[in-house]
């Protein structure tokens, strides 16, 4: 497979947005986690447009040197015949282009901007920081409230001073991180906190809802923080490649200081350090020649270095968007790499609520311990509420006289004792209300819910044995049996792939036959869920 042939996800993402284009809202976001590729989402989207747009051109708005770059190289790898004009600074390439890629400080001059004429899609990289003014007016000027399609790209929908929802209608599509990690796209990510007893993050003020940088860079080094990541990162992470963010320019400098001194290869990366010096810089890091990159806040976007399996967080922050951002560094897969290591900075004690490992993902998976993975963490989470709902509901009665038999009974989280027939039909049993009496019950696509002719509530071992007779007749005895020889394998990529797209967690070391399960459960629960069953 060509390595920007679009992955199942970046193809539904961009379905979702032409969708939703076609349903009449403009300007739309697609949310991926970091490493997930957006660039090659849009660069694929720009292509499949451009026969659409009745001659006129596509526009990537990018803010960094080093996303115009990539951008443009992308849609290069896409479409070789494509005509990519990149306009930035001196740079005014965009008379004959198909495609062009702009800084928006360049499209922040008018007469810069008036001259770009013919857009007829407009695609943001980075779009969280779409709220700024600067960005509104560059948006206006081409259209994006006035009907021409525009698709923001972000691993992120948070900003700190707010507005987003001035910009954006509608996030079209949004990939959840867990599910990356589950199909192989990212590393899983474990997580270890260096708490420094002289750190006093209460004395650092907040502004614009995140603890002031200079402040923080100051309380990091009066505290000997930095002499703790040094002795943090040769005990837990001495064979990673790796990256420090921190809050100054001086506390980079400091940190790679304490780095060397402790006998790691580090080196310091900032914003206005000479682009010829930092290129070199970051060469030597993707060479191997330096194993730790230290920097202030440039690495956060734009940087790519898979090889990268440690992220250090010493620049602790109020943002889940910002955390996202540079642990997100560390998680695209590499040879070789298993995993890869996140180290927070913490105080001793603190008033301030810290982003974590868990803000990686929307979902609700509880507080990580340290060693476990973001994954282990999410699978332990939903086994115990598994187990919860269970707990609830089911009587131990039941619950054994279900468990020994040779019959594959499943049970929806509603309580409802089901068979799996085929894909189209399952039987179930119906409580009587205020008895301990059930009455038999068919479901199938064609037909929805239908009794038996003989339509009698029975106790609970005639009901269970009388479907049992039923699922016999009606199914092979491979698709209701307990002791299945299948069941015992390796679930298929198309069972993971259903259950990724149904937002069921897949716990590790499930086989085909306990994965098969939570489908059903999943499947059968809508089915039940939607329906008014009368009174039995």
């Known amino acids: 497979m060509n390595a920007f042939t679009p992955r199942p996800y970046q193809r539904e993402a961009i379905d979702a947005l032409r969708a939703g284009w076609a349903a009449g809202q403009n300007r739309l976001a697609v949310v991926l986690p970091t490493g997930a590729g957006k660039t090659v989402v849009f660069s694929h989207l720009a292509h499949q447009m451009l026969d659409s747009l009745g001659g006129r051109r596509a526009l990537v708005i990018a803010h960094r040197e080093e996303l115009i770059e990539q951008a443009a190289a992308k849609l290069l790898a896409v479409d070789p015949m494509l005509r990519v004009g990149i306009v930035k600074a001196e740079r005014d390439d965009h008379h004959d282009a198909d495609v062009i890629v702009a800084s928006v ?37 081409f259209g994006a409230w006035d009907g021409v399609p525009v698709a923001g790209f972000t691993a992120t929908m948070t900003r700190t001073d707010g507005g987003l ?9 949004r990939l959840d991180i867990l599910d990356m990690i589950s199909d192989g796209y990212l590393c899983d990510v474990r997580g270890k906190r260096i708490t420094v007893d002289t750190l006093d ?48 320019v001086a506390t980079a400098q400091a940190a790679a200081a304490a780095l060397e001194a402790a006998g790691i290869s580090a080196a310091p990366v900032w914003g206005d350090m000479g682009r010829d010096e930092r290129r070199a810089t970051l060469a030597r890091y993707s060479a191997g020649d330096v194993q730790v990159l230290t920097n202030c806040m440039v690495l956060t976007e734009g940087f790519d270095a898979p090889h990268t399996s440690c992220a250090v967080i010493a620049r602790p922050t109020k943002s889940p968007g910002l955390y996202v951002q540079m642990a997100g560094r560390a998680l695209r897969p590499a040879p070789g790499k298993d995993d890869a290591l996140l180290l927070d900075v913490m105080g001793a004690s603190t008033r ?11 979902r609700e998976i509880g507080q990580p311990t340290d060693g476990r993975s973001l994954r282990e963490v999410a699978e332990q989470h ?22 020994s038999s040779a019959i594959r009974w499943l049970r929806t989280a509603e309580g409802v004792w089901f068979i799996r ?25 064609a037909h929805g819910v239908h009794p038996p002719k003989d339509d009698v509530a029975r106790p609970l071992p005639e009901a269970l044995a009388w479907l049992e007779q039923q699922a016999k007749v009606l199914a092979p005895s491979a698709f209701v049996a307990r002791q299945a020889r299948w069941r015992s394998g390796t679930p298929s990529p198309k069972q993971l792939g259903l259950c990724r797209r149904l ?3 897949v716990p590790r070391g499930a086989s085909a036959g306990d994965v098969a399960d939570l489908i059903d459960q999943d499947r059968v629960g809508r089915v039940l869920g939607q329906l008014i069953l009368p009174a039995a």
């Open 105 to 141: 400080q360049t499209l922040a001059v008018a007469k810069r901007r008036e001259a770009i004429r013919d857009i007829g899609l407009v695609i943001v990289d980075e779009c969280h920081h779409a709220a700024a003014r600067t960005y509104m007016e560059v948006l206006a000027h």
């Open 165 to 173: 929802a001035e910009v954006w209608q509608d996030v079209a599509y």
């Open 201 to 248: 993050l209460d004395r650092v003020k907040t502004r614009n809802g995140d603890l002031v940088d200079g402040q923080l860079g100051q309380a990091l080094e009066d505290s000997g923080a930095l002499d703790a990541i040094a002795k943090a990162y040769v005990d837990h992470a001495a064979d990673r490649p790796g990256v420090v963010f921190t809050p100054t």
């Open 352 to 362: 301030h609520k810290l982003a974590s490992m868990v803000d990686l993902t929307a």
């Open 382 to 403: 939903a086994a115990a509420e598994h187990h919860r709902v269970l707990a609830a509901r089911v009587e131990a009665e039941e619950f054994n006289l279900f468990g």
């Open 421 to 445: 027939l085929t894909s189209d039909q399952f039987l179930f049993l119906q409580r009587d209300a205020g008895t301990r009496l059930y009455r038999m019950r068919r479901w199938t696509q």
């Open 503 to 505: 937002g069921i967690a």
